[in-house]
């Protein structure tokens, strides 16, 4: 049973910096896609940025330029450094496991972490 656990949320002003992090555990390989998600209040779930096992990663247009996922395959953690935040960034930041139909579509993620909010201020 694979367990993930999502760290580093919190509130900064618009500008700032934070780095999520994406502990997994019960996991013994590596070709997984691994996927932060993102879900507003009264909006639905987006996909943020994604990697694969040979480390291809995908992003949505909004965090071009602003993100970077990471993958520390020794220590199964992920990572999401989020530069230069903006308050529509804001919501409930979610990573995910599997085998996806497409990176940044929540079909084919097989596991899912609780979640670590991410509070951006203008």
């Known amino acids: 049973q694979v367990q993930l656990v999502e760290s580093g949320g919190g509130s900064v002003q618009a500008g700032g910096s934070l780095r999520l992090s994406c502990a997994a555990s019960?996991?013994?390989?590596?070709?997984?896609?691994m996927t932060w998600f993102r879900q507003a209040p009264g909006k639905e779930r987006e996909g943020v940025a994604a990697i694969n096992g040979p480390g291809t990663t995908t992003y949505a247009d909004s965090v071009k330029g602003r993100f970077t996922i990471s993958r520390d395959k020794a220590r199964n953690t992920l990572h999401l450094q989020m530069n230069s935040l903006k308050p529509e960034d804001t919501a409930m930041y979610y990573c995910a496991a599997g085998y996806p139909w497409l990176p940044l579509r929540t079909g084919g993620y097989s596991y899912w972490g609780q979640g670590t909010q991410v509070t951006v201020s203008s």
């Open positions: 019960g996991y013994t390989g590596s070709t997984y896609y």
